[in-house]
């Protein structure tokens, strides 16, 4: 069973940046394509951004192209989110989810019933 941990999520301005990290406990990290899902209330969960395993291959959502950048860092174990420009409309928990893979290059899948692991999820706020 491989946990996820999100950290960075909280309260910014309309405008501003936060950078979200995914911790999983799995040591062999390396072997799952990574995602960033987000929910707002009343809202279907949304894929935001994905990852594959060997890193080559990165897939945004509509809402994220230009403005979020999704990367890896397998030495720490660690997936970021890196969010700029950040609007009212991104207010959402946002998760982190893994899909284990053994096509490296494989793009990341955005429906959220591919992936075999989630994040309790990390509240992302932001004001006018």
């Known amino acids: 069973q491989v946990q996820l941990v999100e950290s960075g999520g909280g309260l910014v301005q309309a405008g501003g940046s936060l950078r979200l990290s995914c911790a999983p406990s799995?040591?062999?990290?390396?072997?799952?394509?990574m995602a960033w899902f987000r929910q707002a209330p009343g809202k279907e969960r949304e894929f935001v951004a994905g990852i594959s395993v060997s890193g080559a291959s990165i897939q945004y959502g509509s809402s994220a192209k230009g403005r979020f950048t999704i990367s890896r860092e397998d030495a720490k174990n660690t997936v970021y989110l890196q969010m700029n420009s950040l609007e009212p409309e991104d207010t959402a928990v946002y998760y982190c989810a893994a899909y284990l893979s053994t096509r490296p290059n494989l793009p990341p899948p955005p429906r959220p019933q591919e992936y075999d692991y989630w994040g309790q999820g990390t509240q992302v706020t932001v004001s006018t």
């Open positions: 799995e040591h062999t990290f390396d072997v799952y394509a």
